[in-house]
């Protein structure tokens, strides 16, 4: 048996294999691709091409696919085999530079929002070559960006390179200043921690809102759920132990770093963290690892379930989005350093990320905003949905004396001048955990725990990537022009920390208390829901952000804006519609058929002897006379809300109309139905219940 070394990345096309099948003039001038992002000519690109092909190919591959993260939230893929005829009636295998570089699906099945015109039917793909191709089953999948003919991004990758440039060029200018000129490049890096769910394959088929929906729309609260806190970091049971070795040798032999795994603290609640990867890296490996958790789980009988919140009342599933920024000489930029020198520049490069994260608010909020999340945040379980950061007791108590120009505790009677010796060093503050804030210092990476389970983490890193460079930027213009540097550096700091320390909270962010004070004396933004948040992208502010950093255009902006609401309004549409189906067709029939049943029984009692009470049938039929009555009441009016709907026009209306109405619609049909669950005797009740689901594995 091969040791995990020896398998590692053995299906990934990396700079190992580069090495060993490109000749050395062409690995270096793909290397200057990858590294410095120099335009790559096509005879490098034939070169690249013939070995890959060559290595997929001796690797069982043969088709090649180019791979993209369109708007739909999942991955996209088109095969095409490797196979062209030879002149003797048989094939040999072929792959040009041409074919690696560039694709074109046909874009008209995919979302652009009214960014593909009828004459721009297609789009193209771009091989992005700082992500490795890998091999999955006998497909060779080659990451690529996809844009229209016109130029628009159609996905998510291409923003996010976009964003990533932004940050590497303001935060280079930064460094400059700092006296730094060796360092030729500042990337982003991030860990995204995965919390999913594991039922049974049994469970699911038998709940068609799970199938339809990937979440659970009815369902009474069981009598044991996460109360006891006895499943978080507990033993791991047998199928699930042998999902996540099996899920572990996929991910590991695709070049994902699997590192920890773990239960969480729902049942049935598990979470996987990978080591820590450049953002594009680390973003196409996070789309991998669903598709394997989901594959992996299908052939141990199993069902992940990916869902922001796949079950009421039970914990819902986010993923954390670990994010710092490093020079490619391996400096953390977001790490507190050795000398007062490198703090000065650590704590600059942490008020460009507490200015970020304060002016763009409304940007973070964005990129994690769907209909699945809009369940999860601030249901007690999550960050609430009003943005704060965390930044612990030293950290906070260092600011604070820099503002107030005061001495900082530990230092004796001297203040904090930045740029000069006195400042201190500082020790990282790593007791704290608070797991309450939505944007938390962890040392040294901020932790954004706002992204739900089945977001792509692109957007979240775009936003954060764009907004940290626009901090950047304002400072090193300013910087570029003082006469006294360290002067300059300390008022900008003081500045920040003054204006920006609104953002800053380091209590529990669960507590009501704390949502009255972030909106009525702080004013924070405060959106509850995607309808609430989804149309601030527009706001001028904004757009002006952005498109300066040209992260995105002015019209991928509205088409965004478009395909998150439409994708909403989707969503709920599909979830207003499943409820209906079950509620008319699975629900009330079988509450209908407990009842007749009793009253039979009661009848039956009563001809044997006319004395007898039947209390118990009386009783129960009349509420259950009463529920299936409501039930069917209230779905036909859900039903006839969604039809009114499906005429309003305009995605804003839209979207409105179907937060206001179909969803307390849909609470009151379920809590109708719930009532029901929980007096229909079991063996009645049409579908899995909460306890039969969330303990179904063994
Ligand atoms: P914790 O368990 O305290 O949240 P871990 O050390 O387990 O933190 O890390 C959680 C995630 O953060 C992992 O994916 C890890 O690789 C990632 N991570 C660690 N250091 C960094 C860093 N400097 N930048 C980005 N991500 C990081
Ligand atoms: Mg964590």
């Known amino acids: 048996m091969k040791t995990v070394p020896e398998y590692f990345g053995c299906m990934v096309f990396d700079d190992r294999v580069m090495k060993k099948t490109l000749s050395a003039d062409v690995y270096a001038s793909l290397k200057k691709t990858i590294d410095e992002e120099a335009t790559l000519d096509i005879g490098v690109a034939n070169a690249v091409a013939e070995a890959m092909k060559e290595w997929a190919v001796s690797n069982g591959a043969t088709h090649f696919t180019h791979w993209f993260q369109p708007l739909t939230g999942i991955t996209a893929e088109k095969h095409d085999s490797f196979i062209s005829p030879s002149p003797d009636g048989g094939v040999i295998m072929e792959f040009s530079g041409k074919e690696l570089i560039k694709g074109e699906p046909d874009a008209s099945s995919f979302p ?3 960014l593909r015109t009828t004459f721009e039917a297609r789009g193209y793909t771009a091989w992005d070559p700082t992500s490795y191709a890998y091999i999955k089953g006998s497909t060779l999948y080659i990451p690529t960006a996809f844009c229209s003919y016109g130029g628009y991004a159609l996905d998510k990758k291409t923003p996010l390179l976009r964003s990533m440039e932004a940050l590497n ?27 999913y769910f594991l039922i049974t394959r049994e469970m699911f088929d038998a709940r ?23 499943h978080y970091f507990g033993a791991i049971k047998p199928a699930v132990a042998s999902f996540m070795g099996e899920l572990n040798e996929e991910l590991w032999k695709l070049g994902i770093m699997a590192k920890t795994e773990h239960n969480e603290v729902a049942p049935a609640q598990h979470e996987l963290a990978p080591i820590y990867r450049t953002t594009n890296v ?6 991998i690892t669903m598709e394997v958790m989901q594959r992996v789980a299908e052939k141990h009988g199993l069902v992940c379930l990916l869902h922001e919140k796949p079950f009421e009342g039970v914990n819902g599933s986010g993923k954390h989005n670990n994010w710092s920024i490093s020079t490619d000489e391996g400096q953390n930029l977001l790490s507190p350093g050795e000398t007062p020198h490198e703090n000065a520049q650590f704590l600059l490069f942490l008020c460009a990320v507490i200015k970020a994260v304060d002016d763009y608010q409304d940007l973070l909020r964005i990129s994690v905003a769907t209909a699945g999340n809009d369940h999860r945040l601030g249901a007690n379980e999550a960050p609430p949905a009003v943005i704060s950061m965390f930044l612990g007791d030293e950290l906070g108590a260092i600011l604070e004396s820099i503002e107030n120009d005061a001495p900082y505790r530990g230092t004796g009677k001297t203040q904090m001048r930045l740029g000069v010796d006195v400042l201190p060093k500082f020790n990282r503050d790593t007791t704290d955990r608070n797991r309450t804030s939505p944007f938390a210092f962890t040392g040294n990476k901020f932790e954004f725990r706002m992204l739900g389970s ?9 936003m954060l990537n764009s907004a940290v460079a626009e901090s950047l930027k304002i400072y090193a213009d300013e910087l570029e022009g ?7 550096l300390h008022d900008l700091i003081k500045k920040t920390i003054k204006e920006h320390k609104k953002i800053i909270f380091n209590g529990n962010g669960y507590d009501d208390a704390w949502i009255k004070e972030a909106t009525e004396v702080r004013g924070l933004k405060n959106y509850p829901t995607t309808v609430d948040c989804m149309p601030h992208i527009l706001d001028k502010k904004n757009v002006d952000m952005l498109t300066s950093h040209k992260v995105f255009t002015i019209e991928e902006l509205r088409s965004r804006c478009d395909i998150m609401l439409d994708n909403y309004c989707k969503t709920v549409t599909i979830e207003a519609g499943t409820m209906v189906n079950m509620a008319k067709t699975m629900i009330a029939p079988a509450v209908e058929k407990f009842a007749a049943d009793m009253a039979k029984n009661a009848n039956a009692k009563r001809a044997l002897n006319a004395e007898i009470p039947c209390d118990y049938e009386i009783k ?22 969604l039809e009114e709907i499906r005429r309003t026009d305009g995605i804003i209306a839209e979207s409105t109309e179907i937060r206001d109405r179909i969803l307390p619609k849909m609470a009151e049909l379920r809590s109708a139905c719930d009532e029901a669950e929980k007096i229909t005797a079991k063996s009645y009740w049409p579908m899995p219940t909460y306890a ?4 179904s594995v063994k």
Request: with cysteine; proline share 5%; charged share 25%.
């Open 482 to 488: 003082a006469d006294d540097f360290s002067t300059a």
């Open 169 to 195: 060029k303001q935060a280079l200018r930064v460094l400059r200043l700092f006296g730094n000129d060796t360092s030729k490049c500042v990337r982003p890096s991030v860990g995204p921690e995965q919390e």
């Open 692 to 695: 039969d689901i969330l303990f």
């Open 454 to 462: 089945s977001n792509s983490i692109a957007c979240a890193n775009i």
């Open 112 to 114: 652009s929002g009214g």
């Open 620 to 641: 129960l039929v009349g509420k259950l006379s009463s529920l299936t009555d409501m039930i069917s009441l209230v779905a036909d009016e859900l039903q006839s809300e």
């Open 282 to 287: 680390a973003t196409d490996h996070n789309q």
């Open 208 to 230: 068609p809102d799970l199938k339809f929906t990937g979440r659970t729309l009815f369902g009474a609260k069981p009598p044991k759920g996460q109360e006891m806190d006895d």
